[in-house]
């Protein structure tokens, strides 16, 4: 059975950086599309980026400031943030579909998902 397991959450100053990794096992690191997504309190799951093969796609709230990359050696995923800021603040999931990455902010889309690491911005 594929897992996604997401790591490197915390608790930040604004302006500072983290980097989420999202380790992939079994076919799902294989996936045509792989996503981070998060959810605020209160708020909906949103898509912030999403990587199909070498194209990278990215919500423009963090656009110039978030990169998604892949690592196949290592079946993992990152989303390197830098600049944060309090409104990053939330759940951060990482995704994988089958299908290409268009329509990839749909979150009913993902057939499979992490359990979340928690992202802490404060002022």
């Known amino acids: 059975q594929g897992q996604l397991v997401e790591s490197g959450g915390g608790s930040v100053q604004a302006g500072t950086s983290l980097t989420l990794s999202c380790a992939a096992s079994g076919y799902l690191y294989g996936m045509s599309c792989l996503g981070w997504f998060r959810q605020a309190p209160g708020k909906e799951r949103e898509g912030v980026a999403a990587?199909?093969?070498?194209?990278?796609y990215y919500a423009d709230s963090v656009r110039g400031r978030f990169t998604i990359s892949r690592d196949n050696s290592k079946n993992t995923m990152y989303l390197q943030m830098n600049s944060l800021r309090p409104e990053d603040t939330a759940m951060y999931y990482c995704a994988a579909k089958p299908t290409r990455c268009s329509a990839w902010t749909l979150r009913h889309n993902y057939n499979y998902w992490g359990q979340g690491t928690q992202v802490t911005v404060s002022s």
């Open positions: 990587i199909g093969g070498s194209t990278t």
